[in-house]
């Protein structure tokens, strides 16, 4: 599905999570596609540059471009209206007693103003959002009206430089859900002082006081980028045991290196 309208109106989606795509910009739907209907026009090329033997010297980009190409079935949507002859040449009349709602277009040669657009594709639950923070109606493929096939628009958008400087921005989201982990967090052997350790994904946290209370175990576990605020929840007393849930899951994994004190004081996860 594709959504546009004019630059600066909405705020841009950052994920493909579902409700990264908000009301407001499906009220922008463009209708219903072709099943041939969506190109991304990602488009990359270099020029060799030789030396005087003939070799490859270098090979410089000289091209650069992005943009998408989609064909559109409901040529009566408003929005897909507009997106294509530019919404000053398009005025709508509302149906009355002796006619139907009427729309009229002009067909102007005046380049066609900036949009905003969000290109969105879904495979089982799969998600992906291609984002143009600015592009253009480019090119408007030839419109047949036959009594053997439905009419249709197929239409491409270049895609310009955004504020930051990229082109098209591309999320994806495979759809797989998080499932919380479960661990009980003991600390062994009476230690008298020092610290432990946790780590998640990779990432460990500072050392934990070895009598801490749950809520700074917390507070260390969620300090991490791979846990995050509010991933993490652990109760229990404080010197441990400890119980301690990942909302995201991941395997956490435990060091006693610098606990002292007590009978070979060390850290376990169950």
């Known amino acids: 599905m594709v959504f546009a309208g004019p630059t600066g109106v909405l705020a841009l989606p950052t994920s493909a999570a579902p409700s990264a795509l908000t009301n407001a910009w499906k009220a922008l739907d ?13 488009k990359r090329s270099s020029k060799d540059v030789k030396d005087f033997d003939g070799a490859d010297y270098v090979s ?31 005025t709508v009349t509302a149906a009355n007693g002796s006619h ?3 729309m009229t277009i002009f067909h102007a040669p005046d380049q066609l103003p900036f949009q905003q657009a969000v290109v ?11 984002v143009a923070e600015i592009c253009r109606v480019t090119e408007i493929a030839e419109i047949k009206d036959v009594y053997n096939d439905a009419t249709k628009y197929e239409v491409t958008w270049k895609v310009f430089r955004g504020s930051d400087g ?61 846990v995050g605020t509010g991933n993490a929840t652990v109760t229990g007393s404080a010197g441990g045991p400890y119980a301690v849930t990942l909302a995201n899951g991941g395997v956490l994994t435990a060091s006693g290196a610098g606990l002292t004190g007590g009978t070979n004081p060390s850290v376990t996860v169950s």
């Open 30 to 42: 463009l209708g219903t596609l072709a099943e041939d209907g969506l190109s991304i026009m990602y």
């Open 60 to 90: 410089p980009q000289d091209d650069f471009s992005d943009g998408f190409k989609a064909t559109f079935l409901d040529v009566d949507n408003l929005n897909l209206v507009k997106s294509v002859y530019g919404t000053d040449n398009v």
């Open 100 to 102: 139907g709602e009427q």
């Open 120 to 130: 969105a594709v879904k495979s089982g639950a799969k998600r992906k959002l291609y």
């Open 166 to 226: 990229k082109f098209l921005k591309e999320y994806r989201d495979n759809g797989v859900l998080a499932v919380p982990a479960n661990y009980t967090v003991t600390i062994n052997g009476s230690p008298a002082g020092g610290t432990f350790t946790l780590s998640v994904g990779g990432q460990t946290t500072s050392g934990i006081a070895y009598n801490a209370a749950p809520s700074a175990v917390d507070s260390a576990l969620e300090a991490l980028s791979t």
